[in-house]
């Protein structure tokens, strides 16, 4: 029953123990001639309990004498030197008179809030901690240690094309690894050949399918009505011809010609898609200069710009059939029997890190390349140390939104200071930042709300596999170092310091885990490892000093040396700093030296905050910088 009515003789019936009613108190009247605040009285057996909270002050006030005499309700608190209140019930709310200790007689009234109702008297305040984002080596150079683990780079071209004769993929080779290599995996480009060799490999993997559930599911996101689909480009199709009976690929040609000036006197359907998919990423990049290409093409048949128009809406269905048939990939039982685990997220939850098989979301980012990039969201307790509650109100509303609300929140902070702002202090220079810049700036974000792994929807699910793993695996690593208490920092002053990972390292431990966790996997099915193997050996032939191709040489040198076993936890323990690896006993010793001409990235400070919120929009009400500050390069 409701708990309003036990405040009255109306009802007898027995009260919930711990159970909570909140008012809307307003007093009149006097000086001030106005107070609001939120009432709560509970009843805990056969006590009465009860606080106040007033819009013009942070602490709750107890409100005692809590009795209901007829049809009456009395309470005191201690507001204006101690008020004494006594109402009478008006259907669901509450109204009367409050003596203060001035004398002064004051009208107020009660007004009863629902549970759904969400109520401050005051604006909730929160103070977030000066945090610091230390500099990190972005240099390639590795201390002779490391440099010496390296495994030869041979091995991963000879990977690649092995993999590629294994499955069926055409293994490029000089300036046609650099300049096709992007367009194919997207389906752009050579797109018959590579369709067929993905969709052999779905037909030997609807073969191997044992469970008939298991089997339908496939079915329905790969083979419907009997065609295959290997990307979002055939989803696209299939949902355009679902959408508009007797759709063709080819009947977008005209208004396409129309749109180059003429330029084409005939599209192949591997040139439409492309130009259907540049179409999809100007409308999500920027749609008003969509919105004029429309129009332009409007020069054309009607049908024809229908037509376009019904294939390029097509695409976001599309992006939602690609999410969830890598969710189907990753966790639906459908491996080959022998396997060490019966889905690839069982394979990468054996892993010695936090997180389980827990995937990450998975959304669609247009980079316009074959890429991923993973969102990593910190654990509540270091929420909880980043930003505090000033008032009770703030804490309720935190309970109430969460903490993944407030992070999207603290993105929404706006700058009280001039971008390019330098502060100098202890031989550093920082550059403040707010975590809405740095969330844009870096690949990775910051302190988001969720963990997701971001993604370009064209790399087919097939290709997509192992890149997801690597993000996840990001991910993962990430949750390692935080669970370690070696990623964030808190200093005796209130600071906080976040050491990013090394890019050597970080993308080390992606890929040479990646190639581990799936290795029993794609020495069945060489396809789901093809593009990360492929990736690795452009990089062999055109920049071999990038972090994924000199992380995973190291950590497959380290492997080799040290074992798989006592890598990992190596490569959590050093994340931010190669030199202090290269010393490690296990690796070079304490003597080993460190990287000639390291090179290290400026660190970043984003000053100490306090900001209020209404409903989920923040204010600033002010910000300062704390010094001294620490941070500026990775503590030994």
Same mark, same amino acid.
Request: no cysteine.
């Given at each position: 029953?409701?708990?309003?009515? $036990?405040?009255?003789?109306?009802?007898?019936?027995?009260?919930?123990?711990?159970?909570?009613? &909140?008012?809307?108190? @307003?007093?009149?009247?006097?000086?001030?001639?106005? *107070?609001?605040?939120?009432?709560?009285?509970?009843?805990?057996?056969?006590?009465?309990?009860?606080?106040?909270?007033? +819009?013009?002050?942070?602490?709750?006030?107890?409100?005692?004498?809590?009795?209901?005499?007829?049809?009456?309700?009395?309470?005191?608190?201690?507001?204006?030197?101690?008020?004494?209140?006594?109402?009478?019930?008006?259907?669901?709310?509450?109204?009367?008179?409050? @003596?203060?200790?001035?004398?002064?007689?004051?009208?107020?009234?009660?007004?009863?809030?629902?549970?759904?109702?969400?109520?401050?008297?005051?604006?909730?305040?929160?103070?977030?901690?000066?945090?610091?984002?230390?500099?990190?080596?972005?240099?390639?150079?590795?201390?002779?240690?490391?440099?010496?683990?390296?495994?030869?780079?041979?091995?991963?071209?000879?990977?690649? &094309?092995?993999?590629?004769?294994?499955?069926?993929?055409?293994?490029?080779?000089?300036?046609?690894?650099?300049?096709?290599?992007?367009?194919?995996?997207?389906?752009?480009?050579?797109?018959?050949?590579?369709?067929?060799?993905?969709?052999?490999?779905?037909?030997?993997?609807?073969?191997?399918? $044992?469970?008939?559930?298991?089997?339908?599911?496939?079915?329905? *996101?790969?083979?419907? !009505?009997?065609?295959?689909?290997?990307?979002?480009?055939?989803?696209?199709?299939?949902?355009?011809?679902?959408?508009?009976?007797?759709?063709?690929?080819?009947?977008?040609?005209?208004?396409?010609?129309?749109?180059?000036?003429?330029?084409?006197?005939?599209?192949? $359907?591997?040139?439409?898609?492309?130009? @259907?998919?540049?179409?999809?990423?100007?409308?999500?990049?920027?749609?008003?200069?969509?919105?004029?290409?429309?129009?332009?093409?409007?020069?054309?048949?009607?049908?024809?710009?229908?037509?376009?128009?019904?294939?390029?809406?097509?695409?976001?269905?599309?992006?939602?059939?690609?999410?969830?048939?890598?969710?189907?990939?990753?966790?639906?039982?459908?491996?080959?029997?022998?396997?060490?685990?019966?889905?690839?997220?069982?394979?990468?939850?054996?892993?010695?890190?936090?997180?389980?098989?827990?995937?990450?979301?998975?959304?669609?980012?247009?980079?316009?390349?074959?890429?991923?990039?993973?969102?990593?969201?910190?654990?509540?307790?270091?929420?909880?140390?980043?930003?505090?509650?000033?008032?009770?109100? $703030?804490?309720?509303?935190?309970?109430?939104?969460?903490?993944?609300?407030?992070?999207?929140?603290?993105?929404?902070?706006?700058?009280?200071?001039?971008?390019?702002?330098?502060?100098?202090?202890?031989?550093?220079?920082?550059?403040?930042?707010?975590?809405?810049?740095?969330?844009?700036?870096?690949?990775?974000g910051f302190l988001e709300p969720a963990d997701v792994i971001l993604i370009e929807p064209a790399l087919?699910?097939?290709?997509?596999?192992?890149?997801?793993?690597?993000?996840?695996?990001?991910?993962?690593?990430?949750?390692?170092?935080?669970?370690?208490?070696?990623?964030?920092?808190?200093?005796?002053?209130?600071?906080?310091?976040?050491?990013?990972?090394?890019?050597?390292?970080?993308?080390?431990?992606?890929?040479?885990?990646?190639?581990?966790?799936?290795?029993?996997?794609?020495?069945?099915?060489?396809?789901?490892?093809?593009?990360? !193997? +492929?990736?690795?050996?452009?990089?062999?032939?055109?920049?071999?000093?990038?972090?994924?191709?000199?992380?995973?040489?190291?950590?497959?040198?380290?492997?080799?040396?040290?074992?798989?076993?006592?890598?990992?936890?190596?490569? @959590?323990?050093?994340?931010?700093?190669?030199?202090? *690896?290269?010393?490690?006993?296990?690796?070079?010793?304490?003597?080993?030296?460190?990287?000639?001409?390291?090179?290290?990235?400026?660190?970043?400070?984003?000053?100490?905050?306090?900001?209020?919120?209404?409903?989920?929009?923040?204010?600033?009400?002010?910000?300062?910088?704390?010094?001294?500050?620490?941070?500026?390069?990775?503590?030994?």
């Open positions: 029953m409701a708990l309003f009515a $036990a405040l009255t003789l109306a009802s007898t019936a027995p009260l919930r123990a711990q159970e909570e009613v &909140r008012f809307v108190l @307003v007093v009149t009247g006097g000086i001030p001639p106005y *107070l609001r605040g939120e009432l709560r009285l509970a009843r805990n057996g056969a006590d009465w309990r009860g606080t106040l909270a007033m +819009e013009d002050r942070d602490s709750l006030l107890p409100v005692t004498g809590i009795a209901f005499p007829a049809d009456s309700v009395l309470f005191e608190t201690p507001l204006l030197g101690g008020m004494h209140f006594r109402g009478r019930r008006q259907q669901e709310n509450v109204a009367g008179e409050a @003596v203060a200790a001035d004398g002064v007689v004051r009208g107020w009234t009660a007004n009863r809030l629902s549970r759904s109702q969400e109520y401050y008297p005051s604006l909730p305040r929160f103070t977030l901690r000066q945090i610091v984002v230390a500099g990190v080596r972005t240099s390639s150079a590795l201390p002779p240690a490391l440099q010496a683990l390296l495994r030869p780079g041979e091995e991963v071209d000879s990977l690649y &094309r092995a993999r590629s004769t294994a499955a069926g993929w055409r293994a490029l080779s000089g300036a046609a690894l650099a300049a096709d290599r992007g367009p194919r995996a997207l389906g752009l480009f050579d797109r018959s050949a590579s369709r067929a060799v993905q969709q052999g490999a779905l037909v030997a993997i609807e073969s191997g399918i $044992a469970d008939p559930a298991v089997r339908r599911h496939f079915v329905a *996101l790969f083979h419907p !009505a009997g065609n295959w689909i290997v990307d979002i480009h055939d989803a696209a199709l299939r949902f355009a011809q679902l959408a508009q009976p007797g759709f063709r690929l080819e009947s977008i040609a005209p208004a396409l010609e129309v749109l180059a000036d003429g330029a084409h006197d005939s599209l192949t $359907a591997e040139q439409i898609v492309a130009a @259907v998919y540049r179409l999809v990423q100007l409308r999500e990049t920027d749609s008003a200069a969509f919105a004029l290409m429309l129009q332009d093409s409007a020069a054309g048949p009607v049908a024809t710009r229908r037509a376009l128009v019904t294939l390029v809406d097509a695409y976001r269905p599309a992006f939602e059939w690609h999410a969830a048939a890598l969710r189907f990939l990753l966790t639906e039982r459908w491996l080959p029997a022998g396997l060490p685990a019966p889905t690839i997220a069982a394979m990468v939850a054996a892993l010695p890190f936090p997180g389980g098989d827990t995937i990450p979301l998975l959304r669609a980012r247009l980079i316009g390349y074959a890429q991923a990039y993973p969102h990593i969201r910190p654990p509540d307790r270091w929420v909880d140390s980043l930003v505090q509650p000033e008032n009770p109100n $703030a804490g309720a509303w935190r309970n109430r939104h969460g903490r993944s609300e407030l992070l999207q929140v603290l993105h929404r902070l706006v700058p009280a200071f001039d971008t390019g702002t330098v502060v100098a202090e202890g031989g550093n220079e920082y550059r403040l930042t707010t975590i809405g810049q740095q969330g844009v700036e870096r690949e990775t087919p699910p097939l290709l997509a596999v192992q890149t997801v793993v690597h993000e996840w695996i990001h991910i993962r690593h990430e949750h390692a170092r935080e669970a370690a208490g070696l990623a964030w920092r808190i200093s005796r002053g209130g600071v906080a310091t976040y050491q990013p990972v090394t890019p050597v390292l970080a993308e080390g431990v992606a890929e040479w885990e990646s190639e581990r966790v799936l290795a029993p996997l794609t020495d069945r099915l060489p396809l789901l490892g093809v593009f990360e !193997a +492929e990736k690795r050996a452009a990089m062999l032939a055109g920049s071999p000093e990038d972090s994924h191709l000199l992380g995973f040489r190291l950590a497959a040198g380290l492997s080799a040396r040290l074992g798989e076993a006592k890598i990992l936890p190596l490569l @959590v323990r050093y994340a931010g700093d190669l030199d202090a *690896l290269a010393r490690d006993p296990a690796v070079g010793g304490p003597g080993a030296r460190p990287a000639r001409s390291a090179t290290w990235s400026a660190p970043f400070l984003v000053p100490e905050t306090r900001f209020s919120v209404d409903d989920t929009t923040p204010e600033v009400i002010g910000t300062r910088v704390r010094v001294p500050i620490a941070g500026g390069r990775p503590r030994q």
